[in-house]
């Protein structure tokens, strides 16, 4: 006994297993006391609540949802709705943070004052006021009945509408197809084809989609474009984007491209001069040197901070719940409110971010290791 | 060392399990309060206006707080000793489950699924809600299915949502619904326009027609979608502090019935012109101490909020801005629905 006391793997050992122990006992009792709390005060738990009817409807969503979906189905419609706003917000935000961030790195003064007034101003306005800001705006358009109309796009307090290709299933199968095709044809190296040929490959490809889709799959008299049209207090036809998603788009797309503009400008300025006058010396021209040492360059450097700044972005996305998105967040929060299961929606709530930004992290955390310059950790 | 972290874990056992048993086992709630001589009661995130709203001085008034006030009379003597605690729609089932909270008053209608399986326990009804649709004038309409295609904003986590969809459901009536966190993000919708209607609680519906910019371009439909009997919530099992409860609403509207108000409550208590009265103001000793309470609970509680009539009035009713009709929260011999029960 006192030989093993006196070896010091065995004391490390013992000290770590029995820590281990201790924290796996103090979340075991607090699950049974607070499962044997519920129980005493008669609140039913489990999931079976997934498989009822919600009864409620739901604003905006990507699958069909009515009043008689499923709790579960309700539910995954608005983790769509998350991923949906959440990575177009990444998408733009990157973008428009890369723009930004030339700007801020170029020699040319008013494009770098243009560029540092930008993120000065949105980089220190909570996210929360931009996103009433942009929403107040949206909702004081005009009525439907006096909405603004730009040829066949209508803009009022309902949302912009625009015309919509009228698909049927077929149709998009046509698209799908001429699309992938396309892609490979631009994707055959240019030096065993010429570029000629691939672009009159490209264009007959998708000529012959359009002379399909106008001839064969669509009956005739069928319109081919659905347009907006005033039939009572609504417009009906024609693709709408609620004023509620744009909103929460333009606040969190440009609240988080001041961020990423910061990131990636960093990431510019660490690169080393001289590996960009290595380039210019070259011959190089100034685009090229971007293109092939700078931006390659500071990519490595940016990218762990960037995929921070993702992360939290995608959380960001629940300031949705104050101007009305049904994003993930919202509702959970009405769930818990119609149906009383607090810890079981709570769990399912930080499940499913953990799910999406884990992904994310892990997504980046393989581009890193893929791009970052061997031998260095 | 080892035994260190032995002994570390058995305490944290203990604690935890010795702080829960406490709590299940231990005393009532209604004498928790009195222990504690403070009552913790809801007041709401944000103003619902004419129910809980915060005034220009920061002090919360509104119907649902002087029923606070008037429960904190009865069992602490004091309409002071109460705090009120801001919680949102969605958070009043947790925070009175979790201890938060005391009491839900919170115009929390009585469904089953609240009553059984949230473990809530309701009061009588204190208050009858029925529900509505405000439109705008301008869209001409006069009866929802005018509305036909409209966006209608709601309360999110609310009975409304459910209401108007079966409404809706029943008659054939196709809409939009959008539905807010806060009253306030859901009228500034409504104002700006991006609603036509919005569906909600009749009192809530008339206090956002005279906060609107322009109260005159807002018209209530007379369909009703529904009516919903609003209780005082608490925890199942806590019988004591809901007997306390629906005899305190019980003196407010049998103060009503008899006539007797916060000015004369004294003249009648020093001169009870019946058996009842005389009981109901503590002279003749029984009530108060049958629930554990003080036997001039109701004379308190009338002294510091007046009947059920003087609440209503003040709060959301002719003497307020909102100018709410008593409608069917009447008493019964004034065409209402309302009654006490009986003291003996």
Known sequence: MTRLLASQKFRRLAFQSGFIVCVGLVVLSAILVGHRNIAAQGIATGFSFLERTTGWPVNFAVIPVTAGSTYAWVLWAGLLNTMLVGFLTLLLATLLGLVLALFRVSSNTLMKLVGTTYVEVFRNVPVILQVFFWYALLTHLPSPREAIRLGVVVLSNRGLMFP????SGADLLILLAAVLMTG???????????????????????ATFFAALLLSFREIGEPLWSVPELKGLRFVGGITLKPEFAALLIGLVLFGAAYICEIIRGGLLSVDRGKLEA??????????????????????????SLTNQYVWLMKATTVGI?????????????????????????????AGFILINYSISFAMNRINDHIKIKGRS | MKNTFIGLATAALVALTGASTAQAQGQGLLDTII?????????????????????????????????????ATAILGSPNKLQVIPVSWAQRFPALQSGDVD??????????????????QYSRPYFIGPFYVMAKKELGATGIADLEGGVFCVNAGTTVERVLTDYMASKGIQYESLAF??????????????????AGFGPFLSATRVEAPDPEAYQILGDVLALEPEGIVVRQGEDDLLDVINWTVSALLMAEESGITQANVDEIKANPPSPTIARLLGVTPGVGTRLGISDDFAYNVIKAVGNYGEIYDRTVGDGSRYKLPRGLNNLWNQGGLLYPLVLD
């Open chain 1, 164 to 167: 919509s290709a009228t698909l």
């Open chain 1, 184 to 206: 490979f044809a631009l994707w055959i190296p240019a030096r065993r084809t010429g570029a000629m040929l691939r672009w009159s490959l490209a264009g007959v490809l998708l």
């Open chain 1, 279 to 304: 380039g210019t010396a070259l011959g190089l021209t100034g685009f090229q040197v971007n293109r092939l040492i700078r931006i390659p360059l500071a990519i490595r450097a940016m990218l762990p």
């Open chain 1, 322 to 350: 104050a101007i009305g998105y049904p994003d993930y967040f919202a509702i959970v929060s009405t769930s818990i409110n119609q149906t009383g299961q607090t810890l079981e929606l709570l769990a399912l709530l930080m």
């Open chain 2, 35 to 71: 222990t504690r001589d403070s009552l913790l009661c809801t007041g709401h995130n944000g103003s619902y206006l004419g129910f809980a709203e915060v005034d220009a001085a920061g002090a919360w008034q509104g119907f649902d707080i002087e029923f606070c006030k008037a429960l």
């Open chain 2, 103 to 120: 009491v839900i008053v919170k115009v929390t209608g009585w469904t089953q699924t609240r009553d059984t399986e949230l473990g809530l």
């Open chain 2, 181 to 198: 966190e806060k009253g306030e993000e859901l009228r500034s919708a409504l104002y700006a326009g991006r609603c036509d209607a919005i």
